[in-house]
């Protein structure tokens, strides 16, 4: 594949590696402020673009939903795995679907983590049969994480939501306030070089469940994007997330 990255950050370069290690060619490298000499262009359009089969987008919330609507209108393939614009995913989803769009996006390309948010399904419609568990989410990261909640995180309790009778909302900030009994609230901490650790908790007075992914490198996110660039620019339409991956791949996988 000719592969386009957009965002030479920490992911970006990892990506990069990642492509070319496993036969791929990078053709474009696109960063308005990295210095590193393989940046091919400082801006995301159209010229920039040019000849690649497939974009990979680590970029930035601030940016992020101009890039997907623009991948979508271009009709280039592309791989989002920047974070913290899910609040608008809804009005994301209705632009570009009616567009020539082959787009995934996934707050974690871990293929570990996609197996992890099934787990947290299943344990969540058990401990909501079961009764009297509470739920809530542990996120820690690095310290130079521009946002928070972190984008698996905000999956992880979504997933909770979807499967849990006894909730109905999901907060990230209580200060000065008791949390709702139906509230799932997610706690993030950032500090150190931490690569991405989290925990969702099931507890009842008598007893904690914990089920934690701790990532040990950023090489997990790396490998699983390079995988959703072959899955989607291989002629897929529409807009798909990476557990329509996980389906289609390991087909008796149910879907997060
Ligand atoms: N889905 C997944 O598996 C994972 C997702 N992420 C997410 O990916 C994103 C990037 O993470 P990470 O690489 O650690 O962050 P970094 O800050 O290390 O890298 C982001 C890079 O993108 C650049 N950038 C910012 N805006 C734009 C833009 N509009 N166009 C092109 N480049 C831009 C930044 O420049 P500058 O520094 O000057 O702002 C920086 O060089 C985050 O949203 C993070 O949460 C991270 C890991 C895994
Ligand atoms: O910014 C990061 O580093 C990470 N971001 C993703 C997220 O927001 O969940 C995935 C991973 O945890 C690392």
């Known amino acids: 594949m000719r592969i386009a990255i957009v965002g030479y950050g920490k992911m970006g370069k990892l990506i990069r ?6 036969g791929h060619e990078v053709v474009a490298v696109i960063d308005p402020w990295s210095p590193a000499p393989e940046i091919t262009a400082l801006s995301l359009d159209a010229l920039s673009l040019a000849g690649c089969d497939v974009a990979i987008d680590f970029t930035h919330p601030a940016t992020i939903v101009d890039d997907i609507i623009l991948y979508a209108r271009l009709g280039i393939p592309a791989v989002i795995g920047t974070t913290g614009w899910y609040d608008r995913l809804e009005e994301v989803r209705e632009t570009v679907e009616d567009l020539d769009c082959s787009i995934i996006y996934s707050g974690n390309y871990s293929l570990g983590v996609a197996v992890f948010l099934q787990v947290v399904k299943r344990a969540a419609q058990l401990f909501d049969k079961v009764g009297g568990y509470d739920s809530f989410i542990q996120e820690i990261h690095h310290a130079q994480k521009a946002d928070s909640p972190s984008g698996t995180a905000s999956m992880l309790a979504d997933i909770v939501l979807e499967n849990s009778t006894s909730k109905h909302s999901i907060v990230s900030d209580t200060l000065h306030r008791k949390r709702e ?3 799932i609230q997610i706690g993030s901490v950032r500090g150190g070089s931490v690569p991405g650790t989290h925990t969702v908790y099931f507890d009842s007075p008598e007893d904690t469940i914990e089920l934690t992914h701790r990532a040990r490198s950023r090489q997990g996110f790396a490998v699983g994007a390079i995988k959703a660039a072959n899955w989607i620019a291989d002629g897929r339409k529409g807009f798909f997330t990476l557990s329509d991956m996980l389906d289609d791949v390991f ?5 997060a």
Do not use: I, R, T
């Open 17 to 22: 590696q990642e492509a070319l290690s496993s």
């Open 181 to 183: 009994d139906d509230e």
């Open 251 to 255: 087909m008796n996988v149910e879907k």
